[in-house]
């Protein structure tokens, strides 16, 4: 979806610091490897990772032995 602003729109979803895209990429996450899963509102996403993110984000975190 594209806003008016001419951003892309939709629920991003972050590993750590790294920008994975849209939600349809988290089917493709080792579940085993997952610590923790959060929902970020638009307002706090923009404050940690910059514009873009008016739909919020999904935010995964990896248990720290599966690196």
Same mark, same amino acid.
């Given at each position: 979806?594209?806003?008016? !602003? =001419?951003?892309? =729109?939709?629920?991003?979803?972050?590993?750590?610091?790294? /920008? @994975? =895209?849209?939600? %349809?990429?988290?089917? %493709? @996450? &080792?579940?085993?490897?997952?610590?923790? #899963?959060?929902?970020?509102? &638009? #307002? !706090?996403?923009?404050? /940690?990772?910059? !514009?873009?993110?008016? %739909?919020? #984000?999904?935010?995964? !975190?990896? /248990? &720290? %032995?599966? /690196?």
């Amino acid at each position: 979806m594209t806003h008016l !602003s =001419g951003q892309t =729109g939709g629920v991003q979803v972050y590993v750590g610091e790294t /920008r @994975l =895209g849209g939600v %349809d990429l988290l089917k %493709d @996450l &080792p579940t085993a490897a997952i610590h923790h #899963v959060a929902w970020v509102d &638009p #307002v !706090s996403a923009a404050a /940690r990772w910059g !514009s873009g993110h008016g %739909d919020g #984000v999904i935010a995964v !975190s990896y /248990r &720290p %032995d599966s /690196r």
